[in-house]
């Protein structure tokens, strides 16, 4: 059985680890974020939302028409009964 | 800019250490099979030398490793991806760049693998393991193959150029790690030839 290994390999494993990954991961954010201030469309924008919201649906707006003004027909004027007397 | 990280990282944060810890993987690998080659092919000699390159070997080894596991546990953790424990822990199970991610999988089980058996080398026999850990250019292979197909940083000018220029240096190597080992094999036939003949005599 090998000796056993000192600590110092695994600190020093673990060190060169979280240095790059800090590095590495602060200049992704950084990247994304400054993508998505100048264009519009950040590197991290190429995934989409982690949770997309639902669209609400929305209900169709109809177009607001003016209505025409139509003329009433004129209504026909009573006639009054001729009566005729009858004799 | 540098008030708006954090809110970049909360948003897209398991992408982004998924990114990061694939990419550290991936340079740590690439490290790491560069050194183990260069101390085969016994460049320079000496003990101090060979000290060191196995204590920067080995640590950039494990510092992989670190980073294998975190790049899966976030990969796991995304909310956009949902890989589901199937898709990270079984090959070509995931949809989404199957191929490509599959070859990934495979490289994190060979280079745990080839990486642990590093600490049981006795046990195991030091010329079974030797011969064993001469499959780690395929964690290196596989992996870029991996960073290639499934990467979202791959059109990266700055990544195309570790991936290239790693990939030079560590062919040459390769082939002439090969050679040396053909070398070393026909000598030591040669010297059981020679003993063979001796004994006869």
Do not use: C
Not at chain 1, 9 to 26: E, H, Q
Not at chain 1, 36 to 61: F, L, R, W
Not at chain 2, 114 to 129: A, C, K, N, Q, T
Not at chain 2, 157 to 185: E, N
């Amino acid at each position: 059985m090998t000796a056993p290994r000192p600590k110092a390999v695994v600190i020093g494993s673990l060190a060169l680890f979280a240095v790059l990954f800090v590095l590495l991961t602060f200049q992704l954010s950084a990247k994304a974020t400054s993508g998505s201030a100048g264009h519009g469309k950040a590197t991290a924008k190429s995934q989409p939302a982690a949770v997309e919201a639902k669209p609400e649906p929305e209900e169709p707006v109809a177009e607001y028409a003016e209505p025409e003004y139509v003329e009433p027909e004129p209504e026909p004027e009573e006639i009054p009964p001729v009566v005729t007397s009858s004799s | 800019m540098i008030g708006a990280v954090p809110q970049t990282l909360a948003s897209h944060g398991w992408w982004i250490v998924s990114r990061s810890s694939g990419i550290v993987a991936f340079v740590l690998v690439t490290i790491s099979v560069f050194l183990g080659l260069a101390m085969a092919g016994r460049p320079v000699r000496g003990p101090a030398f060979t000290r060191t390159m196995r204590a920067l070997h080995e640590q950039t080894a494990l510092a992989a490793l670190i980073a294998i596991g975190v790049h899966g546990l976030a990969i796991l953790a995304d909310p956009w991806l949902q890989p589901g424990l199937a898709g990270v822990a079984i090959p070509f199970e995931i949809g989404l760049h199957r191929f490509a991610i599959g070859l990934g999988i495979v490289a994190a089980y060979l280079a745990l693998l080839l990486g642990v058996s590093f600490y049981f080398r006795r046990r195991i026999g030091p010329r079974l393991w030797r011969q064993a850990h001469r499959a780690t250019i395929a964690v290196y292979v596989l992996g870029l193959v991996h960073a290639l197909g499934a990467g979202s940083d791959t059109g990266s000018p700055l990544f195309l150029a570790w991936a290239v220029g790693s990939a030079i240096p560590i062919s040459v190597l390769f082939v002439y790690r090969l050679g040396a080992s053909r070398r070393s094999a026909e000598r030591r036939l040669g010297n059981g030839h020679r003993g063979a003949v001796v004994d006869s005599v």
